[in-house]
T-cell receptor, first 112, second 114 residues
Framework: AQSVTQLGSHVSVSEGALVLLRCNYS??????LFWYVQYPNQGLQLLLK??????LVKGINGFEAEFKKSETSFHLTKPSAHMSDAAEYFC??????????FGSGTRLSIRP | DADVTQTPRNRITKTGKRIMLECSQT?????MYWYRQDPGLGLRLIYY???????NKGEISDGYSVSRQAQAKFSLSLESAIPNQTALYFC?????????????FGPGTRLTVT
């Protein structure tokens, strides 16, 4: 069965520091992978997606993620955190066209 | 205007009441989904519909029903609400043609059952 594990339900970094949010997946077939962001009182917004075209994927707001098949990982990074990055981030895997499986989410806090 | 809209945005209801949450989209997508979000559990799929005549149960469909009134409209009903259905509910859409499985979400409906 496909699943997604996000390590750390809450991550706190200082403004200007590196952001690293971890995601590992299990899938029996090559998956599509996504990161979504949820700002307070809003729906989920697609941050970036991996569709096998390139292992390093660039998204909006300076975020990027690298697909590592050998590690079954799809970690999200940003070189320098901004206060506006404070939100909840969801990793998701889509093994087929019928569904997306979401991780439990990681809340990112930014310290001034 | 938002591509995926949900009404109401907030609702408080009592145990045993019937309630309907509505979702409309202007994206022209054929597929629509209902999720609930609970703290620490991420999003869980309630029902999904690939077109007006194709409706499928998700992982947590018990206690819920849906109706796909048109390609653009997908409503979720709680026939007899109970307190553990208190959650944030999201509607989403996706495109089976040319899409790469990503889904687009509405702003959510916060439902409280007392």
């Amino acid at each position: 069965a496909q699943s997604v594990t996000q390590l750390g339900s809450h991550v706190s970094v200082s403004e200007g520091a590196l952001v690293l949010l971890r995601c590992n997946y299990s899938s029996s077939v090559p998956p599509y992978l996504f990161w979504y962001v949820q700002y307070p009182n809003q729906g989920l917004q697609l941050l970036l997606k991996y569709t096998s075209a390139a292992t390093l994927v660039k998204g909006i707001n300076g975020f990027e993620a690298e697909f590592k098949k050998s590690e079954t990982s799809f970690h999200l990074t940003k070189p320098s955190a901004h206060m506006s990055d404070a939100a909840e981030y969801f990793c998701a895997v889509s093994p087929s066209a019928s569904k997306i499986i979401f991780g439990s989410g990681t809340r990112l806090s930014i310290r001034p | 205007d938002a591509d995926v809209t949900q009404t109401p945005r907030n609702r408080i209801t009592k145990t045993g009441k019937r309630i309907m949450l509505e979702c409309s989209q202007t994206k022209g997508h054929d597929r629509m989904y209902w999720y609930r979000q609970d703290p620490g559990l991420g999003l869980r799929l309630i029902y999904y519909s690939f077109d007006v005549k194709d409706i499928n149960k998700g992982e947590i469909s018990d206690g819920y029903s849906v109706s796909r009134q048109a390609q653009a409209k997908f409503s979720l009903s709680l026939e007899s609400a109970i307190p553990n259905q208190t959650a944030l509910y999201f509607c989403a859409t996706s495109d089976s043609v040319g899409g790469e499985y990503e889904q687009y979400f509405g702003p959510g409906t916060r439902l409280t059952v007392t």
